[in-house]
């Protein structure tokens, strides 16, 4: 476990800006009230067998504590760099997104299904939409009772979406809460190793 | 020139019916009279002063004439008094405002002329030619016999006349200019009137009276050209015919026709031409401040009641120029103000009855107003732009012709298939082809010429004007939206020279930004999205550069109110299909709500901001929702009891807002519970940041609703029931209120609609009634509530806190009496207790004294 060195916190802050803007502040300088301090700390990033960690400062004190090998995961995973050395968000990090999410789509009922088996967004199951989205920014996708379902990247702007023909997509999908499900296997995997 | 020195002799002859003995006693003065005058000046002084024309006229009632000469006199007065009816017309009349009138012995108010009129009268050779063209032969021949009579009288009475004193002549002779001038005023409206009658009872006949009538319009006499004027539009304004008329063009004119077109044609340009000349003189005398009044009215009138005919274009010009005049001319500008309300109440009629002139004019007229705020730089009146909220755009006009167009070329197709195939089986038949075609030809040209013919509009037409007219209108509204956007960047370093307060340096932002609003849905979507922007850079405006206290031009809380609504009004008329989330705007709505006094700003924009953007809209995140209902409840406990008269009708509405998000946000009821924290619903965010700028991220879930405590105890009764009913609301009753039935809930809401749409009908009365207005309300919800409230109780509350208050400060008060005497009583102590043992020791020191002397 260690600190992320500067180009690694560059891919890590471009990748959260592209969901959050100017929120990502909010989760940089978010207060921890983990641990026995009084003054509540900070989070910070941590980096472990590739994958990045957002932890509380407390816990990385006492994480310090576990040999190397034997931590199997700190704090919230919020992504991971591929052997390429790009950096891929994961689906543990949606919460974090979704409070601080700068642009939104709201499924509807009907289609909230077929995202959450990995598909993309449509332009027919599409509930709600903010305004000023271009495409290529990251969206974070809820149902329309505001439950945070994953997140995705636009495929078209809020503008080109009114022309649209139902079946065009409309974000594309990266991650959704199916995948804890679906991926049982691959995450118990992670941990065991 | 014998019959003008005649005259002139007959003009002095009114004095001399003076009686001869009064001659002969003035000549008989002796010296020693004349003496003892000029000593004693200050007695006679009076006698210069005397009223010598109303003496004589008592004199010359008087006998002392013979007969012949009496009869003579009397019928030679009243000519003269007619005659001098005539040479007024030359005269140049004062205005009476101009000099002051006096008024004579015997009750008179005579006003003073030029002292031009002395010489008038004197040439009246000369002035009597320019009379003959306007009065009757009759009235000549008249005049010659006076002058023979005149000239007998003259010599009879030469030797009196010379004895006359000048003073006396030329005070007579003012008199009569004053009697005349009045005649002849009467004499010229009397004949307008004749003109015009004639005119309206057989214009054909009488058409070229028109041009003597304009002659008067020429008139040297202010009022006869505004008579002039006025009667003229009344007499264009009935024989304009209801067609353009087109002048014939020489090749025309050289074929021969009949005598009835001939005739048709004569009246036709004499009609024009004499409505071309009165045109340009009204033009002209616009810029005279003095006509100005007349000539607005006369255009406004003329180009309301046919705005078909030749030269609307300079009509339609002239009236737009009314209507964006500045306020520059500060003198008139009450009078400014009467010509801009005519001027607009014309355009919009014109906007209204576009059947009259088939929406010609109002094209020209929304170019001509969107040139002319590019010309002043959007630096003008609001009026000039919100005349456009007036029009009307046919939504229809589009698409059923468009199908009945596809039908018709369908149908056409069909045909010409049909002729295909036709043409196709005979094919050796030339001559039923040839047939067939001529007979194609004479259909098309029938069709064509009953087009020309017909005068209902083509739609083709009607879609291209119509089109042309929204292009101008939104091209207005961009420009003013973007010299709005744009005079804020200029301004941080040029900020004198634009007139700074209220809605003064952007004039036309609130009618453009209304005008948006209500042709949203006919904004071409490609525009949106930069609409979009512009709307979201100018509501952010004035948060920032308030705390950076820089110079920049801020617009008002209401104005960026404004901008909200319009954004979600195009939004929903333009995206029904797509539900977009204008986050921006929340944010913008969500510290505005903070900025918002209810003496400045307009409570009903708002309220109807609320409106629009939290009721209306379904779906709301909780942390949002939540942060409005905190943020709203702050908002109608902030203000103190002085200005809740003004702001009641505000907290109100903020209040059936809070409660309308609370009834649909359920969970957002933890609020009502007296638990801070808000436990699992808090979200991230733990701590609620009151003055947090962005509505989701506030943490509201975490804090608790007190201030609805507080506000129950409101004395104003509305108020107080309304947050006592939310408390109330708490979530053990709510499921049970949720369970019971969605019927009743959805009474329960239409009831609160109910009263919502009331409360802002008692916004547009806010200016009627102030005071009526939350009395007004209080029934009303009490209507709505179930306890009821009649005025007794609310004048009872009302009584009970201003007796608090009143106790208060007197409280205040005494209290402050109190401190006074005490400070005073412990000085009087102090002072006691220093005293003391000064005297102990003086009376040691005497003691010590006393012991030292012993």
């Given at each position: 476990m260690r600190p992320l060195d500067e180009k690694e916190t560059t891919a890590v802050f471009e990748k959260i800006f592209k969901f959050t803007g100017n929120n990502l502040k909010n989760i940089v300088e978010n207060p921890s009230h983990e641990g026995p301090d009084k003054e509540p700390g900070r989070y910070c990033f941590r980096l472990h067998k590739n994958k990045v960690y957002y932890v509380s400062d407390s816990l990385v004190k006492r994480a310090t504590n576990v040999a190397r090998t034997k931590l199997a995961s700190i704090g919230t995973c919020v992504g991971r760099f591929t052997h390429g050395g790009n950096f891929h968000l994961t689906i543990e990090c949606l919460n974090l997104l979704a409070a601080n999410a700068k642009h939104k789509v709201w499924l509807k009922p009907t289609s909230e299904m077929s995202f959450l088996y990995a598909n993309h967004v449509l332009k027919g199951g599409l509930g709600r939409i903010t305004e000023s989205i271009a495409p290529g920014d990251g969206v974070v996708v809820f149902s329309m009772s505001d439950l945070p379902l994953g997140f995705g990247v636009a495929a078209k702007s809020t503008q080109d979406c009114r022309k649209l023909d139902p079946n065009a997509i409309v974000v594309l999908h990266q991650a959704d809460i199916g995948e804890y499900l679906r991926m049982e296997n691959q995450h118990e995997q992670i941990i065991e190793e | 020139m014998g019959k003008g020195k005649g005259k002139q002799r007959k003009q002095i002859i009114?004095?001399?019916?003076?009686?001869?003995e009064i001659a002969d006693d003035d000549i008989e003065v002796s010296d020693e009279d004349l003496q003892f005058v000029d000593e004693n000046k200050d007695y006679a002084g009076f006698v210069s002063r005397l009223d010598t024309h109303s003496i004589n006229k008592q004199v010359t009632r008087v006998e002392g004439v013979n007969e012949d000469a009496l009869e003579a006199l009397y019928e030679k007065r009243r000519r003269k008094t007619l005659e001098q009816k005539e040479n007024e017309k030359s005269v140049v009349q004062v205005d009476p405002v101009d000099a002051l009138p006096v008024k004579s012995l015997d009750g008179e108010v005579y006003y003073r002329t030029f002292s031009q009129t002395a010489e008038v009268t004197e040439n009246e050779g000369d002035v009597d030619k320019s009379v003959v063209k306007l009065t009757k032969a009759e009235r000549r021949a008249k005049l010659k016999k006076t002058k023979k009579e005149a000239k007998k009288m003259g010599k009879e009475l030469a030797k009196t006349e010379e004895v006359q004193p000048t003073q006396q002549e030329a005070a007579l002779a003012e008199v009569k200019e004053d009697l005349t001038a009045e005649d002849a005023f009467e004499a010229k409206k009397r004949k307008l009137a004749e003109l015009g009658m004639a005119l309206l009872a057989d214009p054909e006949a009488n058409i070229k009276s028109l041009k003597e009538m304009l002659q008067f319009a020429k008139d040297g006499d202010h009022s006869i050209v505004k008579l002039g004027l006025l009667s003229l539009l009344a007499v264009f304004k009935d024989i304009i015919p209801g067609y353009r008329i087109r002048l014939p063009t020489e090749k025309e004119l050289e074929m021969k026709v009949s005598k009835e077109v001939k005739k048709m044609r004569f009246y036709e340009s004499t009609l024009l031409s004499a409505y071309k000349g009165y045109l340009q003189k009204l033009l002209a005398l616009e810029k005279q401040p003095r006509f100005h009044h007349v000539v607005v009215r006369c255009i406004c009138t003329l180009l309301d009641a046919?705005?078909?005919?030749?030269f609307r274009e300079s009509l339609l010009v002239a009236v737009v120029r009314n209507i964006g005049?500045?306020?520059?001319v500060v003198r008139y500008t009450g009078l400014l103000l009467v010509y801009r309300r005519i001027c607009c109440s014309t355009i919009k009629s014109l906007f209204t009855s576009e059947g009259k002139h088939g929406g010609e004019a109002t094209v020209e007229a929304v170019r001509l107003i969107a040139d002319h705020v590019k010309v002043h730089d959007c630096q003008l009146h609001p009026d000039s732009v919100e005349v456009l909220m007036s029009l009307s755009f046919d939504?229809?006009?589009?698409k059923p012709e468009v199908q009945e167009g596809n039908n018709k070329m369908k149908n056409k197709k069909n045909k010409k298939r049909k002729n295909f195939e036709e043409s196709n089986q005979p094919q050796g038949n030339d001559r039923k082809r040839s047939k067939q075609e001529t007979i194609a030809k004479m259909k098309e040209e029938v069709a064509a010429d009953y087009k020309a013919v017909s005068y209902t509009p083509d739609v083709e037409e009607r879609k291209r004007m119509q089109s042309e007219t929204l292009s101008a209108v939104f091209e207005t509204y961009f420009r003013i939206l973007r010299h709005t956007m744009q005079s804020s960047v200029a301004s941080?370093?040029?900020?004198?020279?634009i007139t700074s307060g209220g809605s003064g340096a952007h004039p036309l932002l609130a009618p453009c930004l209304s005008g948006l609003g209500k042709f949203s849905h006919l904004i071409d979507m490609d525009y949106i999205g930069d609409l979009m922007n512009y709307l979201k850079r100018l509501a952010a405006r004035g948060g920032s550069s308030d705390s950076s206290a820089q110079k920049v031009q801020n617009l008002t809380v209401s104005e960026r109110l404004r901008c909200c609504i319009v954004a979600f009004k195009v939004m929903r008329s333009n995206l029904d299909a797509l539900n977009v989330d204008l986050q921006d705007f929340f944010v913008q709505l969500y510290n505005l709500v903070l900025e918002f006094r209810p003496g400045r700003d307009e409570g009903e924009v708002l309220a109807e901001a609320l409106k629009i953007m939290?009721?209306?809209?379904r779906q709301h995140d909780m942390q949002k929702a939540a942060a409005f209902i905190k943020r709203l409840a702050t908002f109608a406990l902030c203000f103190g009891s002085a200005e809740s008269m003004a702001g009641g009708f505000t907290y109100l509405n903020s209040l059936v807002t809070l409660k309308q998000l609370l009834q649909r946000n359920v969970k957002c009821r933890n609020l009502l519970e007296n638990d801070a924290g808000g436990g699992s619903v808090s979200g991230s965010i733990a701590k609620y940041q009151p003055y947090g700028s962005d509505p989701s991220l506030s943490g509201a879930l975490a804090s608790v609703l007190w201030e609805l405590n507080l506000l129950s105890k409101h004395y104003h009764p509305a108020i107080s029931t309304l947050a006592s009913g939310i408390s109330s609301m708490n979530s053990a009753q709510n499921q049970v209120y949720i369970s019971i039935s969605p019927q009743q809930a959805f009474k329960n809401l239409l009831l609160e609609a109910e009263s919502f749409k009331y409360n802002q009908q008692g916004g547009t009365e806010k200016s009627n009634k102030r005071k009526g207005r939350s009395t007004a309300l209080a029934s009303t919800l009490a209507s709505v509530e179930p306890p009821p409230i009649d005025e007794n109780e609310v004048s009872k509350k009302l009584r009970r806190h201003f007796i608090l208050l009143r106790d208060i400060k007197e409280n205040e008060r005494l209290r402050g009496e109190l401190d006074r005497t005490t400070s005073a009583l412990q000085l009087y102590e102090e002072y006691k207790k220093q005293r003391k043992p000064a005297t102990l020791k003086n009376k040691k020191s005497k003691k010590a004294r006393t012991t030292v002397g012993m």
């Open positions: - | 009114l004095p001399p019916e003076l009686p001869p046919v705005p078909h005919f030749n005049s500045s306020d520059d939504d229809d006009l589009g941080s370093e040029a900020n004198g020279n939290l009721c209306d809209d």
